[in-house]
């Protein structure tokens, strides 16, 4: 069975930093492209950043270039979003998503982290 | 950017009634090399993650209901449940993937039971 678990979410300050995590299962994770979408309370969705299988290709929305990164470890079929100089507006639940290619369809969800960033 | 807008914002279906969700997009999803539509549709309930259901505009993911069915092509999209069943209530988004960043999502539509 596909599982996507995602950890590393909490609250943290205007500016401050935090990195979660995405733990997959049951299925070869070196073999998809993984993505970062949040979703604010009550919002809909918006894709944050996306990784290729072999982590030399990352992508992201413009947002939270210079700010995210993105990155994965294949030997621990883990995906990471390193998140500094947090922003309000990016208080919202962060699922990772599996995909095969960067223009893709994404077939598993974590079942998200939430993040809140107030003071 | 493609901006995805979705029609009606929310909506009332009796059980057992069709309902239909819409999808524009501000630029044509359709890649002429492989003559396939870069858009998917999504179910959210509440506090759940968002579940797949129909990508390249019209192919039922796996395990999905045959009710739900998806339709059009170039800018213009249809989600179709044919009889409304109680644990269909959610949002349900439309996604495109063309071959150009951002993904973008169209706002969402919420389905109701009337």
């Known amino acids: 069975e596909v599982q996507l678990v995602e950890s590393g979410g909490g609250l943290v300050q205007p500016g401050g930093s935090l990195r979660l995590s995405c733990v997959g299962s049951?299925?070869?994770?070196?073999?998809?492209?993984m993505t970062w979408v949040r979703q604010a309370p009550g919002k809909g969705l918006e894709w944050v950043a996306s990784v290729y299988q072999d982590g030399s290709e990352k992508y992201y929305v413009d947002s939270v270039k210079g700010r995210f990164t993105i990155s994965r470890d294949n030997a621990k079929n883990s995906l990471y979003l390193q998140m500094s100089s947090l922003r309000a507006e990016e208080t919202a639940v962060y699922y990772c998503a599996r995909g095969l290619d960067k223009y893709q369809h994404f077939d598993y969800w974590g079942q998200g982290t939430p993040v809140t960033v107030s003071s | 950017d493609i901006v995805m807008t979705q029609s009606p914002d929310s909506l009332a279906v009796s059980l057992g009634e069709r309902a239909t969700i819409n999808c524009k997009s501000s630029?044509?999803?359709?890649?002429?090399?492989?003559?396939?539509?870069?858009l998917a549709w999504y179910q959210q309930k509440p506090g759940q993650p968002p579940k797949l259901l129909i990508y390249w505009a019209s192919t039922r993911e796996s395990g999905v209901p045959d009710r739900f069915s998806g339709g059009g092509s170039g800018t213009d999209f249809t989600l179709t449940i044919s009889s409304l069943q109680a644990e269909d209530v959610a949002v349900y988004y439309c996604q495109q993937y063309y071959s150009t960043l951002p993904i973008t999502f169209g706002q969402g539509t919420r389905l109701e039971i009337k």
């Open positions: 049951g299925f070869t994770f070196s073999d998809y492209w």
């Open positions: 630029q044509s999803l359709l890649y002429s090399s492989n003559n396939k539509n870069y």
